[in-house]
């Protein structure tokens, strides 16, 4: 986007920024806020912080990733991603997301992690389909208790377990605009606008994440994966598309 600059955050007025456009997303109490302190260990520790800015100096969006480990391996966590509301649907939560590859990559490492609500179905094509993650673990109630987001309310937050192998074949195809993957071994619906349900209908909304769970646990014991995301055949809702073989 052009007048967007992705660069890294570095000064304690960026990373006020940080938090200024985190409450701004989210809508959270301060309790629920990382605050600018959280920022400056991140970029001491092995962990960065990339920020677009607009010509003006305002932060529209930014990502934040820890250096972590995951299953024995040296990877980066990405653990929050956020967008200014009136920036939406312009492309920079992906120039942000190749910026980070980019970053990874440059400095050895081929894996960043994040997690997801496996009920979200933008977020879930966003990060299957258009970065070619992976996901191969479901947890139950991660975060424990809803924080005090309105965004979170009423549901327990499950979550995926995003695995971006960021030099692999799959990446390298998806974001190249290929798509070739195969049938898939099996399928779990999910409903078309979760956050549209949880205010008409919460128990509806609770059962759906009870049924969604159940079908991932199951699906992921039998060494399937999670790979993609489709509108269901009847358009009611989408479908994530598991496969056997990880590609």
Known sequence: MVGIDIRECVTPDDFHQCVHLQRRVWR???????????????????????????????????????????????????????????????????????????????????????????????????????????????EVNFFGPPSSSPLHQGLDTDRLVVEWHVDSPRVRRRLGGHRDDPPPAATVVIPRDINVLKVQDPEAARAWQRDVRRQFTELFAASLYAGGVRPSPDGSGYQYLFYQDRV
């Open 28 to 138: 959270s109490s301060d309790v629920d806020v990382i605050p600018p302190y959280a920022y400056v260990v991140t970029r001491h520790t092995g962990g960065f912080t990339l920020g677009a800015f607009a010509a003006d100096g305002q932060l529209v969006g930014f990502t934040r990733a820890l250096f972590a480990c995951w299953r024995g391996e040296l990877c980066y966590y990405s653990n929050i991603l956020a967008v200014h509301p009136e920036y939406r649907n312009r492309g920079i939560g992906r120039r942000l997301k190749l910026r980070q590859r980019e970053w990874a990559l440059a400095r050895g490492r081929d894996l960043v992690i994040w997690t997801f609500d496996p009920l979200q179905a933008v977020n879930a094509h966003f990060n299957l389909n258009t970065l070619g993650a992976i996901v191969r673990n479901y």
